[in-house]
């Protein structure tokens, strides 16, 4: 897949560059300032800060993007399926995590990713997996090469 690179690495500490936080909500519907929630339904996994580094992305370049966020229920994550909206079609990476966590557990998820060469209107969506049908979560982020 010519351009893009995913990457997936649990972790338990926070990155450098553009930190935005808001209090957790009951409901994830709302913007913590640089993507917003996707997907229906209630997120098992509410995501309280997502951070991306550097920013914003530059033609080829390579940023670090970290999603922070709670457990309401204990799970297994088996994945972390990634979709990649570029022009005219859609790339998807599946990265394995096949890890449980606990309710009330608070985690960081990190992606590595090379934006695009070429200028254009791009989207990143993250949905966690469990390996069901159960809606656990997804975070979206649109972003712009010129």
Not at 10 to 29: F, I, P, R, T, W
Not at 39 to 47: E, R
Not at 91 to 114: C, L
Request: aromatic share 12%.
């Amino acid at each position: 897949m010519k351009g893009l690179v995913g990457l997936l690495i649990l972790v338990l500490c926070n990155g450098s560059g553009l930190v935005l936080k808001e209090e957790e909500e009951e409901e994830q519907g709302r913007n913590l300032g640089l993507g917003q929630a996707c997907g229906t339904g209630t997120p098992l996994f509410v995501i309280s800060s997502f951070t991306i580094s550097p920013w914003p992305p530059t033609p080829g370049g390579i940023s670090s993007w970290y999603m922070t966020g709670t457990f309401r229920t204990a799970l297994r994550i088996s994945q972390v399926h990634e979709a990649f909206y570029t022009r005219a079609q859609t790339n998807y990476i599946d990265v394995d995590i096949d890890q449980s966590y606990n309710a009330g557990q608070t985690t960081t998820f990190t992606y590595g990713v090379q934006f695009e060469q070429l200028p254009g209107n791009y989207a990143i969506s993250w949905t966690l997996q469990d390996g069901s049908s159960t809606f656990i979560s997804c975070w979206q982020v649109n972003y712009s090469i010129s």
